[in-house]
């Protein structure tokens, strides 16, 4: 994910046509635009995870306290601190628009490091239907969760509304 001017990383979906992949990086983009002071980390398919036929993605985000310099630029980030998460984006027939503000648009599940003890994996992984509703699933891992034993946490699909800001386990 590229950084704009102000250290803010952004995601970019190119959308491919019935007449193949956009020929330059202005066609067909959308810009995935996460709210200041959030890295999105990786963005990752995951299934129909509402079933409504269309294919859903996860966008993977950090905050941390930020370490900064003299300048308050960005230096690096402190791993022991900060929000960590996941943005889930539901396809869309019509496609996206320009840009998709995520806090407005997207469903948000996040864990933070100083009261839940754990950051989440970057990587949330697709897993099929496993409870058979005919729904996709997602695990989402916490690799720091309980002294470092680590948790793995199941999202079950479903259709109709979806709550954000809730916590994994919650």
Do not use: M
Not at 45 to 63: C, K, P, Q, S
Request: aromatic share 8%; net charge negative.
């Amino acid at each position: 994910a590229p950084f704009d001017c102000n250290g803010q990383a952004h995601a970019y979906l190119f959308s491919g046509t019935s007449g193949g992949a956009p020929t330059s990086v202005t066609q067909h983009v959308t810009d995935f635009r996460p709210p200041p002071g959030v890295r999105i980390q990786a963005p990752g398919w995951i299934g129909d995870l509402n079933g409504d036929g269309i294919d859903d993605l996860t966008l993977a985000y950090r905050t941390a306290n930020a370490l900064t310099t003299a300048t308050d630029e960005i230096d690096s980030w402190n791993p022991g601190s900060g929000t960590s998460g996941i943005y889930l984006v539901f396809g869309d027939a019509a496609g996206y628009d320009a840009v998709v503000d995520l806090e407005a648009d997207a469903v948000k599940i996040t864990a933070t490091a100083e009261s839940w003890g754990t950051l989440l994996s970057p990587s949330p992984c697709p897993v099929g239907d496993l409870d058979g509703d005919g729904f996709d699933d997602l695990a989402v891992t916490a690799p720091g969760h309980d002294d470092s034993r680590g948790a793995l946490f199941v999202i079950y699909g479903h259709p109709g509304a979806w709550l954000s800001g809730l916590s994994p386990g919650s």
